[in-house]
């Protein structure tokens, strides 16, 4: 991260200055390296002021600390500027989009549970039989029936056109034909990718 000093009517110190690289180097680990930071050291009267902006592609983080000397003006700074920082990381995070396969809101499989057979008796160790799971269940998908006048297309259809009447009527299974008469299915796989078969 870029670091740039200003001094108004104070001296910067070696102490200060590596104060100041190590508390922005922590903050360079939450938003970047590509960050651009400015600290300016200041006095009041008798108050030390130290402000801290750093400069994040489209965002501004702007701290400032007032104390008895600049040590704790600046720790105060880079206090306040490092939580801006995270909470700019976090909403980033939040903000973010979802996958196109989460994305998508698909109906679960119809599932009913189906109790297993009686598992095989299985004897411990002092020869008395022990059963294991008598009452396990295991879900079962149901197979998704189709009505055939929902899923074949009346008219011959080219594949650009049988791909904009699966995605319009928001179907998974579309059975059409081109224009030579071939006859095609278009389904969409699990995992969003349509998928062309030819029948021969």
């Not at 700019?88 to 396969?101: C, F, I, S």
């Amino acid at each position: 991260m870029e670091v740039e000093f200003t001094a108004r009517q104070v001296k910067i110190s070696k102490a200060l200055r590596t104060q100041a690289e190590e508390g922005l180097e922590r903050i360079a680990r939450i938003l970047g390296k590509t960050a651009h930071a400015s600290i300016t050291f200041g006095v009041q009267k008798r108050l030390q002021i130290a402000e801290v902006t750093i400069q994040v592609r489209l965002h501004t983080i702007a701290a400032e600390g007032k104390a008895d000397t600049l040590t704790s003006a600046l720790r105060l700074a880079l206090e306040h500027a490092e939580n801006q920082a995270r909470r700019h990381r976090d909403r980033k995070l939040e903000r973010k989009r979802l996958p196109k396969e989460e994305k998508e809101a698909t109906a679960p499989p119809v599932t009913r549970s189906k109790t297993r057979a009686a598992e095989p008796e299985t004897s411990a160790g002092d020869g008395e039989p022990v059963r294991a799971r008598a009452n396990a269940r295991k879900a079962v998908v149901e197979p998704h029936i189709v009505k055939s006048s929902e899923a074949i297309a009346r008219k011959p259809l080219t594949l650009e056109e049988a791909v904009k009447e699966t995605e319009f009527r928001d179907r998974d299974l579309l059975v059409f034909r081109n224009q030579a008469g071939d006859l095609f299915v278009l389904h969409r796989r699990r995992d969003g990718q349509m998928e062309l078969v030819e029948i021969p």
